[in-house]
């Protein structure tokens, strides 16, 4: 195969200029096409890239110079197109959230595994040098057992995000639509973090309760969330997530692992404590996370280099389809508690065929 996957974009909207720029910016991606419904920022994208860009996703889907598509539409789009895209043959790396229930994830995944092509979701914890540290440093052992984790989320979203995003650059309505969206906050924002600690912890959740609700903003999704939920290897984990948190967050409070023998907290840089000296870190104190300087997340180059190196070399992608289901099965199991009222217990998480 060819030194550079070649890639197609669907989708020129708003997190789309970040990422075409992290494909220019990559070693290992190269444009070649573009594709929107909408004319006008698709021709932006193709005259910035100096590519084609066309309005009908069969045309981008047509070009054999095209090897791989990045999606990044409305999330009630990503499993039609990631699985049409599949069926052309194209490997895809579809944005956050994999999809907007199970049984899409589960129809992509058998989409891509019939068309021999590769699936991954633009997730970037799995690239990001201090998550990487993390990871290793809780495989170690350096904090012990991990006996809890901590979301915090506290945006202030302006009346103009939910048109027109943080630039304006489209209008629409998706993001206020339960609908077309999944939901609020824990499904556009926090599900990020789910992944990360997933990712960092190597833990599966195994049952959530939920409270959410929409008090300040007009849309049908929800502003505020609240969730605890069980690991599987007992760890309790809490969540506590809002857009319309005025003043926001002061403190500048953080994610954080709590371990029997240390804590990691998701400041910047991030730090560590350990109860005994292991992996050269210094026992009693906090310390700056030992992580390669310069590094942080949100590095778009970097998931462009991640997703197209695993498929030049026929490796599975960093990550899988399967990890983008696990981290939506758990948001959908808090939106399920939070409507019934009840803890739901999440059912096995699929693992991706080795
Ligand atoms: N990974 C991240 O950090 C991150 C950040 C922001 C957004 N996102 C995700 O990216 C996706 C897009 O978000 P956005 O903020 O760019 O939204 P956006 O509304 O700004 O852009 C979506 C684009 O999709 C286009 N579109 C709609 N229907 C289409 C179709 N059938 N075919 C092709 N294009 C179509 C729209 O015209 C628009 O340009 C969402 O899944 C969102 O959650 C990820």
Aim: aromatic residues 6%; charged residues 20%; negative net charge.
């Amino acid at each position: 195969m060819a030194d550079r996957l070649r890639i197609g974009m669907i989708g020129c909207g708003e997190i789309a200029v970040q990422t075409a720029k992290g494909i220019a910016a990559s070693t290992l991606g190269q444009h070649v096409m573009v594709m929107d419904t909408d004319a006008r920022v698709a021709g932006d994208l193709g005259v910035t890239y100096g590519v084609p860009h066309t309005t009908k996703v069969e045309e981008l889907l047509a070009n054999p110079q095209v090897d791989a598509v990045y999606i990044a539409v409305p999330h009630y789009l990503h499993a039609p197109l990631a699985i049409q895209a599949a069926q052309a043959g194209k490997h895809v790396l579809v944005e956050k959230p994999i999809a907007t229930s199970l049984a899409e994830a589960d129809d992509m995944i058998a989409a891509a595994r019939d068309a021999h092509v590769t699936l991954s979701v633009a997730y970037l914890a799995q690239v990001d040098p201090v998550a990487q540290t993390m990871h290793r440093l809780v495989a170690a052992g350096a904090i012990g057992n991990v006996v809890g984790t901590r979301i915090v989320y506290r945006g202030d979203k302006p009346e103009s995000y939910w048109h027109g995003g943080y630039s304006g650059r489209i209008q629409t309505d998706w993001r206020t639509s339960k609908a077309k969206s999944g939901g609020g906050v824990l499904i556009m924002n926090t599900i990020h973090d789910l992944n990360t600690l997933r990712f960092i912890t190597g833990l599966e959740v195994v049952r959530v309760s939920a409270e959410y609700e929409t008090f300040t903003t007009p849309v049908e999704v929800e502003d505020y969330v609240a969730a605890t939920y069980r690991y599987d290897n007992g760890a309790i984990g809490t969540l506590e997530a809002g857009s319309a948190i005025r003043g926001r967050d002061p403190l500048r409070e953080v994610n954080r692992i709590y371990g029997d023998a240390g804590q990691i907290l998701f400041s910047n840089p991030a730090r560590i404590f350990v109860t005994q000296a292991v992996e050269g870190l210094q026992a009693g104190q906090w310390q700056d996370l030992p992580a390669p300087t310069g590094s942080h997340g949100g590095d778009r180059a970097a998931m462009i280099d991640g997703f197209a190196g695993a498929v030049l070399n026929g490796r599975p992608p960093v990550v899988q389809a399967e990890d983008g289901r696990a981290a939506l099965q758990i948001a959908l199991a808090a939106y399920q508690a939070g409507q019934e009222h009840r803890t739901i217990t999440l059912g096995p998480v699929a693992k991706a065929a080795v």
